[in-house]
């Protein structure tokens, strides 16, 4: 258990770099080596008192010894070029294991502050060097500031999800256990945390014999392409009483020096992202593929024991995509290890991903005792599903436990048939013949696929769309109308999110609209076949047109039901992940001009029950509906409400910030790794930033990008362009780049960062922006405008109570964010229930 004052020391070395050293990793990476540095020192001195000599500190090292970095006789320029030395030639110093000179390999100071250095080594010289949990506890609270994305699409794991993980494997002592995307070590710590608790005796002592110990010191192996993340799990496992921890920098999907290592238990969470063009694997792979989230997969099924274990957590793609490779993968593990698919809700990585996953157990001994493969839907993880991530009460992952754990007990004993055939009452699990997975060659790993209800079942066929849909009408019906007959226009931007029913506001004649736009009537399904507005869910059915007619965006797909399908349905199956997930995935085009191809929509299938069940579907989804709509009406018109006191002083909002500025004009490279690139898509109306879809530029093009450039803690981004006028407040120093088409404001000390945010939030701004936004395609808040913003600047004090008022409304704003989260699940339920086998 992490004690308060180790916490406050760790917090305090970060709060001091925060200033020179914004990345987090970096930090973490400044306070490892430190630390490492102090704790060497701190074992020369423990040999000393005992009468042997120093080891690491001596010969021509002995002046970089800790005690004379601390002595007072040191002057500030002397101590930073003795530490910089120091850490930068250790690696050289022949008297110090190979682990630490691994660890200080490549390490330097990134900067050059005497009293930056000094403050900082005075914190880390209260630390004292132990083998105890209290240490190791210390490091792991460490390294949960690196949640941000890594430099290969890796997202931090949280503990909690950790542990689940390794308590449904639960790795035994002489077990070898590997991580081949290990990051910070985070599983194997877990697993060797599981061995210890489960082999002691009622007093708490170990049981384990010292060769039992020592065989385990050999049997932990972590692989990362990181030498950053090798460096930290290094440390990771050294601080949980690691002599020479078995940590390897390799590439996992392209090496095969590692390739006849095989292991009794593997946990990992690979990385979900493969560069532009694929990965290029070596040829002994089973599954052609060239997505690593395929390759990972593949590598763990191949490299298990004959009664190997593994714990994946996987992107819903392996779920369910229909290419080849995701496919050939679904086949090889339900006919060879897969015993369960436990599915998480799509904020277990929030703030800095929706992403929706699940985990993979495989046991390759279990799968040969039964023809079944288990299903588990884990709706709550026992944190809210918002950026913060809040504790809340309902916590289903107990309960897969104990029920997966039965579930293993009755197939290792042959017992309890009734529950092998799925008789429970419990939605949040069901149990799969493989046959009726296998039977249409898809190997489809969505549970409630196969989940049959008393209002359907799963045995409604499949239907291409253009098979029951007019795609785009064609115009020639309105030849015989007049060019004066009035009609309704509907551009992009009145089309909803997410919500069924929009409102025609303009008219035109149809002399005016014929020739560029794209024509429907009433009862005709819209959406958007663009980027960002796809992605957004800008979606509805046309009502109440002016004639019954109406036309809209170029950037429009018009579905017009045949007599076998109602709107209301068609509607609610082209909002479902399986029509959508893999659309995003098949759009063509570069940049912001990416669409989906029209003959994805021909083609996709949809469920096609009865026009009879199809209302009763529609009608219960449309009851879920209504109090969504009513929670989004609180939501959307909600805005941070100041009243503004005549006698406070107002400025320009340049006047109260040090920089306001956009991103880089030029086109930025892409890379197969490095820093996030943020463009306005990837900014949404709860003013969060979502990490999952972006793709990266060189470490090198953000090092160039001047400093009003890099986004910091405690800065605001603002939307200029097209959805102009949403501030996102940057909480954590999460290192990224980002457009030309969003600002960067950085506040001054004048004004509170929070107020300054709540603030643009406001109608007062939003007012101020919509009166300043000029264009026609699309609208733009230009930054000379932005920065002659009025800004009303009461008393600190006063903005500080006006935070602390606006914070306590919008728990109450998040509760009906929460309300639409458990409907939006219902109607995924429903939806699910009726998707039929394709």
């Known amino acids: 258990m992490l004690d308060s004052e180790t916490k406050r020391r760790i917090d305090t070395a970060r709060d001091i770099l925060v200033g020179k ?62 530490y910089s030395e120091g850490i930068s030639t250790m690696p050289q110093n022949a008297g110090i294991p190979a682990l630490f000179r691994d660890i200080f390999k490549n390490a330097y100071l990134p900067y050059r502050d005497p009293e930056t250095l000094k403050s900082f080594l005075k914190v880390i010289d209260e630390f004292q060097y132990d083998h105890s949990e209290r240490l190791g506890d210390a490091f792991e609270y460490l390294l949960s500031v690196l949640g941000s994305q890594g430099d290969a699409g890796q997202f931090r794991t949280p503990r909690h999800i950790i542990d689940f993980m390794v308590e449904i494997l639960r790795p035994q002592k002489g077990e070898v256990i590997l991580d081949p995307a290990c990051g910070t070590a985070g599983f194997l710590i877990s697993a060797y945390k599981h061995i210890l608790r489960n082999n002691q005796d009622a007093n708490g002592n170990s049981t384990l014999t010292p060769d039992e110990k020592g065989l385990m010191a050999t049997n932990f192996k972590g692989y990362d392409i990181s030498p950053d993340m090798v460096r930290l799990s290094l440390v990771n496992l050294y601080l949980h009483g690691f002599k020479s921890p078995q940590i390897a920098e390799y590439d996992t999907l392209t090496s095969e020096d590692k390739w006849n290592e095989f292991a009794d238990v593997i946990l990992a969470n690979p990385p979900f992202m493969s560069p532009k063009g694929g990965i290029k694997p070596h040829k002994r792979f089973s599954i052609k593929a060239k997505r690593s989230e395929v390759l990972f997969v593949d590598y763990m099924a191949e490299h298990l024991t004959p009664r190997g274990r593994a714990g994946i957590i996987v992107p819903e793609g392996i779920i369910f995509q229909s290419q080849t490779a995701y496919k050939d993968l679904r086949k090889m593990l339900v006919e060879n290890s897969l015993v369960a698919v436990i599915s998480l809700p799509a904020g277990v990585f929030n703030p800095y991903s929706g992403v929706k996953t699940s985990i993979l157990i495989l046991d390759k001994s279990l799968a040969k005792k039964t023809d079944k493969i288990a299903f588990f839907k884990v709706e709550n993880d026992g944190f809210g599903l918002g950026a913060q991530r809040r504790a809340v009460v309902g916590d289903d992952l107990p309960f897969v436990l104990e029920e997966i754990r039965n579930y293993e007990l009755r197939i290792t004993r042959g ?57 785009n009408p064609r115009k020639n019906q309105l030849s015989d109308l007049s060019p004066d007959t009035l009609v309704s226009f509907v551009p992009m931007a009145d089309i909803n999110e997410h919500q069924m029913t929009f409102q025609p506001i303009a008219e035109k004649l149809l002399s005016e609209v014929t020739s560029s736009y794209t024509y429907f009537e009433d009862n005709d399904v819209l959406f958007a076949k663009v980027t960002p507005c796809f992605e957004n869910g800008k979606a509805g059915i046309a009502k109440g047109l002016i004639n019954g007619i109406g036309f809209g965006s170029s950037e429009f797909y018009i579905l017009r039901s045949s ?63 209504k109090v969504i709509n009513g929670a989004r009406a609180v939501i959307d018109n909600y805005r941070p409400h100041i009243a503004i006191n005549p006698d406070w002083e107002v400025v320009k909002l340049s006047d109260v910030t040090e920089s306001i500025s956009d991103g880089d004009h030029m086109p930025p490279p892409k890379a197969e790794n490095g820093i996030p690139f943020i463009t306005i898509s990837n900014i949404n109306k709860n003013n969060q930033i979502d990490f999952s879809k972006t793709f990266f530029v060189p470490e090198e093009y953000y090092e160039a990008l001047k400093s009003h450039r890099k986004p910091q803690k405690d800065d605001i981004l603002y939307t200029v362009t097209g959805s102009y006028g949403i501030p996102v407040l940057i909480e954590a120093d999460i290192k990224f780049c980002f457009q030309r088409h969003i600002g960067l404001i950085r506040p001054s000390a004048k004004i509170n960062t929070r107020y300054l945010y709540y603030l643009l939030s406001s109608s007062f701004i939003l007012n101020q922006a919509d009166s300043a936004a000029t264009g026609v395609a699309q609208k733009t808040v230009s930054l000379s405008t932005l920065r002659d913003f009025s800004i009303p600047v009461p008393p600190l004090e006063t903005q500080k109570a006006i935070v602390a008022e606006i914070k306590a409304e919008q728990a109450l704003v998040n509760a009906n964010r929460e309300l639409i989260e458990r409907f939006e699940k219902k109607i995924q339920t429903v939806l699910n229930r009726i998707w039929g086998e394709g």
């Open 563 to 625: 007599d076998q399908v109602l709107p209301e349905f068609l509607y609610f199956c082209i909002n479902h992940p399986f029509f959508r997930d893999p659309a995003v995935a098949q759009m063509t085009g570069t940049g912001g001009l990416q669409r989906v191809p029209r003959d994805y929509v021909e083609n996709s299938k949809i469920p096609l029950p009865p026009i009879a069940i199809q209302k009763e579907i529609v009608a219960e989804i449309e009851g879920y509906q």
């Open 415 to 471: 017992v309890g048939e009734n529950y092998e055939l799925g008789i429970t009452n419990d939605d949040r699990v069901l149990i799969v013949p493989k046959s009726k997975i296998a039977a249409n060659g898809e190997y489809n790993l969505s549970g409630e696929r196969y989940r049959e209800s008393t209002l359907t079942s799963n045995v409604f066929p499949l239907v291409r769309i253009g098979d029951i849909c007019t795609i």
């Open 21 to 82: 050293v914004p990345d987090p990793k970096s930090q973490v990476e400044q306070i490892t080596i430190a630390l490492i540095y102090k704790f060497m020192d701190d074992m020369d001195a423990e040999v000393e008192e005992l009468g042997g000599d120093r080891t690491f500190f001596k010969g021509e090292f002995a002046k970089y010894g800790w005690g004379l970095l601390m002595s007072p006789s040191v002057g500030g320029h002397e101590l930073l070029n003795l």
